[in-house]
């Protein structure tokens, strides 16, 4: 299976519509907004902003960077190393305001590699990641959290 591409606003935007804050997850704890806002920090962290550490093994590296590229999807349950399985508390009032602070954060992503051409940034899993790097973890971290709210 080819993994659908989710990583700019035109296709992400018309999925938001059908995510209402009553919409529960095929799997896993999370809310609609903690999800939203998940995918909005994990954008950030892909500018850089915060800097993160990388959780994987040097030696094991080389490895999961061949997942990264393939099309393989991320399997249900994986708990992000940088987050945990502990759900934080809400950054924003309520999901329509995380929406779009997603949405900004998305653009903010491209722009801020279109300006910033060779730039990388660590990936808590995948280690140093450039913009191209970085576009392949979104469409796999995008997909898998819009397939846990069967929005795809």
Known sequence: ??????????????LMANLQPTSTP??????????????TAIHHIGCGSPEAPCFTDEAKLPTIREFLRSEVELRQGVI?????????????????????????????????????PGKLHMNPVFGQCSYEDWQLFHKKHNYHHFKQFGLV
């Open 26 to 39: 095929i799997w896993g704890g999370m809310t609609p907004q903690h999800m939203i806002e998940h995918l």
């Open 1 to 14: 299976m080819t993994i659908p591409t989710y990583i700019h606003r035109a296709t992400i935007e018309p």
């Open 80 to 116: 992000s190393p940088i987050f945990g399985k502990d759900l934080h508390p809400y950054k924003h009032p309520d999901l329509a305001t995380a929406k779009l602070a997603f949405l900004n954060a998305v653009d903010i992503f491209h722009q801020y590699y279109q300006a910033n």
